[in-house]
């Protein structure tokens, strides 16, 4: 009988062995990926092993249960770690081995899922401990602290009854710190906690360490799909089956006294990007002690002391021989990985350990430095720092900031833990930002700390306020992340969630008031501030201009005003991809004579009525034309339905009567007439060309004059792209085109004058996609527009989907939000049959995209893929296509 070998779950690390290394992320996610590559190359890692993320699907496939195999390999994987440390074992009463489970999906996640440190103990091995190490303190200490986080993270209790049970013993002995407790003091804690579990649960913690081990591999895999999870995951697109991989490692200890520390260090600022150490750490510690705020962190250079002028010794003087060794590792790390890393370590009575490196998140501004700086120093090519700014992340940038003229009335200050301005209404707690965000409110999250069940507060929130925490803190990670100011650490706060209001130096802020934060400087004010725009240069600009180098498509800036167009041309826009002609309608001093068209009876009342607007149209144009000298400009004629320029309420019929003159009841009576159940199907688009020509000939007429007038006064190159809306057949084309070509002629004969122009349409149906060769005979270009085509495609109102689209998003309907990124099965095979079939019929044909998906960067890979000549999004996000249609091409090259 043949026989089948099992699957490997189960990789290790340490000791001389690595059953993997960084390529292996997507297997052993990133921190068993991270763990083995740098044990391989023989920095000091506690050995340990690896579940694979294929374990957690099968996990989750399973109903939650665990294979066979998967007992053999882990008991394997505990030998290889008893082996390594030497004389000790698990659940041993003498010598106990106490091991850590940590999560690490294949992309950082900070804070989104699980992690238990200390396991193993239990009222037996707690005295091993103590008896080992000689320190009894020590060994109830980490007892204390492993009830509470595997309560917390495997039983599901409440960490707050811990964290009151520690509160009120502190008060008893008059100590302010956890480090003041003597052994006698935790151990009676210790029982306090296995007193409140019992209570919670009806049953004692659980005692045998092997079932510790499983419940929390189970609890890690089970945090991929908690709420907090899915919520990062949709903000940040990563795919839900993924999954997340396991990595149980010995322990080393931080909490052994004044010779053992535990920290986080970046090798460069990433809230800057500046060539320095960048980090904190505590003495007589462990991890979550710096993350959670639990304990204020110290500084890790002397350097960063004395810029903030804390007293407290920085590491490099406190602990100076383990600093060099460490900065020994920091300079080898960021050469091997050639990227700013973040890493995590700890010192055991004087041993450095490292607990885990990976590419540390950082702030766009940062993330510039960093990329054009590591080119300068050789470690990086310009195509590379192309590819490592996140395109998205470049938003961040192209914000206002605080306006350092305005008036500020500071209320505190606190660590600038990621930078960039906002003001908001006050709210304590994520359900409140998150309702108040929705009902239209910009929003300021105040908590004391946030823990990762903050997360729906914080994307709801403009910026976030902590009383507590460091700059590695849980707020300022997360914060940095999604690109959200943060002050944390604003010490002089006293937040009272009964009354609702913070008070600090005798002022007090309620719930509701308005408050601003700099995350730049650290300063909390009240009221709020005025913001200056930004300027991007410098970093910016170079980044920029390597990106330009190996772009493909040309980017656009869907424009219809001189403002817009003037940033869009500041932001590097190569023309204008949609100006809707619309938005130019509902101007206040022309609103009047858009109803009497409209109200006209016949086509001479239309006519008189857009010979008042052909002037006002007329000059519209002009300015754009002047602004996009050279360059093309694509303008859409009339796409919405005509009610949407009638009144709807009562009061608004008799005031439109009285300045059209036209009697109330007439009005009400032609407003019925156009009033349309479903108007995004309606009489609109070319439709409206085809029953109503005057008034396409009359914008076609506009964009012709002012086209030749700016040509001939400014003597600049004026090329006008006249786009029809909403065609589903080749002959609503025909008429359109026939329409605007007539008027182009007419124009060219009176002024003498000829011009280049084009026309083309906008593929927003189906139907259009399907037929676009035969649509193509008459159109010199398309241009996509997703916006409607997402709608008609996927039978979707966007304007309504708000209300499901999330639930679609979590059950994995769609992999993310269609009206966000191009949804690739549905509307992007329609796009790809479109370009094929108009490209068969005109092989010149330029093909671009105008929808919201310009602007993001994995519809603009997709846009890539299929050969579009350009995209076109709003002008504050034509940097980010810029960078995202430069990295596409990247890809594509290989």
Same mark, same amino acid.
């Given at each position: ?12 690390f ?56 998967l ?51 239990n009222d ?9 190490s ?18 917390d ?30 052994a ?10 296995k ?14 360490p ?9 609890a ?27 990595s ?10 004044e010779?053992?520390?535990?920290g ?16 904190e ?33 920085s ?61 300068d120093?050789?470690?990086i ?40 301005a ?9 359900d ?10 910009d ?43 943060c ?10 969630m ?62 219809e005003?001189?403002?817009d ?15 809707r002609?619309e ?34 149209? $007329? #000059?519209?144009? =002009?300015?754009?034309? %002047? !602004? +996009?000298?050279g /360059?093309?400009?694509?303008? &859409?004629? @009339? ?55 005057e008034?396409?000939t ?14 001939? $006064? #400014?003597?600049? =190159?004026?090329?006008? %792209? !006249? +786009?029809?809306? /909403?065609?589903?057949t080749? &002959?609503? @084309? ?9 008027a ?69 309907i769609?992999?993310?939000d ?77």
């Amino acid at each position: 009988m043949p026989t089948t070998t099992a699957t490997q779950w189960v990789y290790r690390f340490g000791g001389g062995v690595a059953e993997g290394d960084r390529s292996a992320r997507n297997l052993l996610g990133g921190k068993g990926a991270n763990l083995a590559e740098m044990a391989s190359i023989g920095l000091p890692v506690p050995p340990g092993f690896t579940i694979s993320t294929e374990m957690c699907a099968a996990y989750y496939d399973a109903g939650e249960k665990f294979p066979a195999s998967l007992h053999d390999q882990i008991a394997s994987g505990l030998a290889h770690i008893e082996k390594t440390v030497g004389g000790v074992g698990f659940g041993s009463s003498t010598a106990p081995l106490l091991v850590s489970v940590r999560s690490g999906a294949r992309v950082s996640m900070p804070g989104m899922m699980d992690t238990v440190l200390n396991l193993g103990l239990n009222d037996d091995t707690v005295e091993g401990l103590a008896a080992a190490s000689g320190d009894a303190r020590f060994a109830w200490d980490s007892y204390r602290r492993f009830i509470q986080m595997y309560s917390d993270v495997v039983l599901g209790i409440d960490h707050y009854l811990f964290e009151d049970a520690l509160e009120i013993l502190k008060e008893d002995r008059g100590v302010t710190l956890d480090t003041e407790l003597t052994a006698e003091d935790l151990k009676g804690l210790v029982a306090s906690y296995k007193a409140k579990v019992e209570a919670e649960l009806g049953h004692p913690f659980p005692q045998n360490p092997h079932n510790q081990l499983w419940g929390a591999i189970g609890a890690v895999f089970g945090s991929w799909r908690s709420e907090r999870a899915k919520v990062y995951r949709r903000l940040n697109d990563i795919p839900d089956d993924w999954g997340t991989a396991v990595s149980v490692q010995a322990m080393v200890f931080g909490n052994m006294g004044e010779t053992s520390a535990t920290g986080v260090a970046f090798t460069r600022d990433p809230s800057t990007g500046t060539r320095a150490y960048y980090g904190e750490y505590l003495i007589n510690a462990q991890g979550e002690d710096v993350v959670a705020g639990i304990r204020t962190p110290q500084y890790l250079t002397l350097d960063a002391r004395t810029k903030a002028g804390a007293k407290a010794a920085s590491m490099e003087e406190a602990m100076p021989v383990v600093f060099g060794e460490l900065a020994a590792v920091f300079d080898r790390l960021e050469a091997h990985y050639r990227d700013m890393q973040d890493i995590e370590f700890t010192v055991q009575q004087g041993k450095l350990w490292m607990l885990q490196t990976r590419s540390g998140k950082r702030t766009a501004k940062a993330a510039l430095k960093i990329a054009v700086d590591m080119v300068d120093e050789g470690l990086i090519s310009s195509d590379d720092a192309v590819l490592r700014v996140d395109a998205q992340a470049l938003d961040q940038l192209l914000h206002p900031t605080l306006d350092p003229m305005a008036k500020r009335d500071v209320l505190t200050r606190g660590l600038p833990a990621s930078p960039g301005a906002a003001s908001g209404v006050v709210a304590f707690d994520s359900d409140t930002a998150e309702r108040r965000a929705a009902l239209g409110e910009d929003v300021i999250l105040v908590r004391i700390e946030t823990s990762p069940e903050d997360i729906h507060g914080m994307v709801a929130a403009r910026g976030i306020l902590t009383a507590r925490g460091g700059m590695t803190s849980h707020a300022a990670v997360v914060a940095r992340g999604m690109g959200r100011p943060c002050v944390s650490g604003a010490g002089g706060l006293a937040i009272d969630m009964k009354t609702r209001t913070l008070r600090c130096l005798g002022r007090e802020v309620r719930e509701g008031d308005i408050i601003t934060i700099d995350g730049a400087s650290g300063e909390v004010m009240v009221g709020a501030v005025a913001t200056i725009e930004p300027e991007l240069s410098g970093d910016f600009g170079r980044l920029m201009e390597w990106a330009d180098v190996h772009r493909r498509m040309t980017v656009r800036a869907n424009a219809e005003t001189p403002h817009d167009c003037r940033t869009a041309r500041s932001f590097g826009a190569e023309g204008i991809g949609l100006c809707r002609t619309e938005h130019m309608f509902f101007d206040a001093s022309r609103i009047t004579a858009v109803r009497q068209m409209i109200l006209a009876e016949d086509a001479a009342g239309r006519n008189l009525a857009l010979a008042k607007l052909l002037p006002e149209q $007329r #000059s519209d144009f =002009a300015a754009i034309f %002047e !602004i +996009m000298a050279g /360059l093309p400009v694509t303008i &859409r004629l @009339l796409d919405p339905p005509l009610h949407e320029f009638l009144p709807h309420a009562d009061g608004e019929f008799d005031e439109v009567a009285r300045a059209t003159g036209i009697n109330v009841d007439i009005l009400r009576r032609r407003a019925a007439e156009l009033h349309e159940f479903n108007p995004m199907l309606g009489h609109r688009g070319c439709r409206l060309g085809i029953t109503y020509p005057e008034i396409y000939t009359m914008q076609a007429r506009a964009i012709f004059e002012a086209a030749v007038d700016v040509a001939k $006064r #400014s003597g600049a =190159a004026v090329v006008p %792209e !006249i +786009m029809i809306p /909403l065609v589903a057949t080749p &002959r609503e @084309l025909e008429i359109t085109k026939a329409l605007v070509d007539g008027a182009a002629e007419a124009v060219f004969a009176e002024t003498g004058m000829r011009l280049t122009y084009l026309v083309g349409t906008m593929i927003e149906l189906p139907r259009a996609a399907l037929r676009a060769g035969e649509i193509a005979a008459h159109a010199q270009f398309f241009s996509f527009g997703t916006n409607d085509l997402t709608q008609t495609a996927l039978g979707i109102s966007r304007d309504d989907a708000g209300r499901f689209l999330g639930a679609y998003v979590d059950q994995g309907i769609y992999p993310r939000d269609p009206f966000v990124s191009i949804d690739v099965e549905g509307v992007g095979e329609l796009i790809e049959i479109a370009a094929k079939r108009g490209r068969a019929t005109r092989p010149d044909i330029k093909l671009g995209i105008c929808g919201e998906h310009g602007g993001d960067p994995a519809s603009i890979a997709f846009c890539e893929s299929v050969g579009l000549d350009y995209v076109s999004c709003s002008p504050y996000r034509v940097p980010i296509a810029r960078l995202a249609a430069a990295q596409a091409a990247l890809r594509a090259r290989g």
